[in-house]
């Protein structure tokens, strides 16, 4: 790329953050004085998901808000930083109702506006969902979240607090394809969720809500046991479809919306199983917890590291 192309593209990425936070100040302008459980607005259950993007969050998230009791709210890929409110620093927003769903997306000039107006026309949700990826477990944004969450989104009946893994090879398989590059603070960021599943220490407040994204999709049992522990509906709604929501898959978009168990999300590694870039983000540690969540992976396990001994020599 020549230097040219990137200054420009440096400059676009800085209008865009100054735009986003004219943005942020306007919008939280907008809840000044705001108080949703003084309104008499309900979130009902308040689930705030956690996840490395590309761990099959939207895939999760877009199943339980088809299986779960409507209208149902969610906030997707909410920043943390100066605008702790989800309302004002979420991306995507959806909300779903007994007559379908409307879509707020990250880009409408007017997204602040409406999702405000969206909040006030459906007062008493049965479940709000709030989505960090990339993010700690434990942090200001979700103290100030547990801490304000009623007057943001309304009182709750429930709330609780669901970390969603992949295991290491298909993830940064999926994160290299997709972006091209896994930065290291990536890889110490899947490292401390697993951390926290295997130590099960109590980071997050309340019990942590543990999803095993590989078993969640191929074991229809599993799928029963958790929609039991979120109150959900039903299981069997949504589980073949593919979010559009980031683009879709890393590797097939949307092509296998209506059958996504055909897009073997679980041998993503082989495709990337020969780049130095690849093999260079494993380490004894990220093995070790790899087998702790997940429990042995031999063939991925064993290619890359040959593979990285091969590189290293």
Known sequence: MSLRRLDKKVIKAVHSARKRRRAGRWDQALYAGFD??????????????????????????????????????????????????????????????????????????????????LHLAHPHKALTVVSYEDHPLRGEHLDTLHDQASRWLGSHEICQHMLIMRDPFNLFASRLHKYGAVPTRIVDGWMAHA??????????????????????????????????????????????????????????????????????????WRKLIDDPRYLGLFNDEVLELSRAVFGPMPDAESAVTRGGASVST
Not at 61 to 82: D, E, M, Q, Y
Not at 217 to 229: K, Q
């Open 36 to 117: 949703a459980a003084s309104r008499g607005m309900v979130a009902g259950r308040l689930l705030v998901v956690s996840g490395m993007r590309r761990s099959g969050n939207h895939a999760i998230i877009n199943w339980v808000l088809h299986n779960a009791p409507k209208p149902s709210l969610f906030l997707n890929c909410v920043r943390t930083g100066h605008h702790l409110n989800p309302l004002v620093s979420c991306g995507q927003v959806e909300a779903f109702g007994p007559d379908g769903s409307v879509v707020i997306e990250p880009e409408d000039p007017d997204k602040g506006e409406k999702v405000r107006h």
């Open 195 to 268: 951390r926290a599943w295997v130590e099960d220490t109590g980071e997050a407040d309340g019990d942590l809500i543990k999803v095993n994204y590989n078993r969640w999709c191929v074991d229809d049992a599993y799928r029963r046991a958790l929609a039991e522990t979120l109150g959900l509906d039903d299981w069997q709604r949504g589980g073949d479809q593919v979010s559009g929501i980031g683009g879709g898959s890393s590797f097939d978009g949307t092509a296998y919306h209506g059958d996504a168990a055909r897009m073997r999300t679980d041998e993503r």
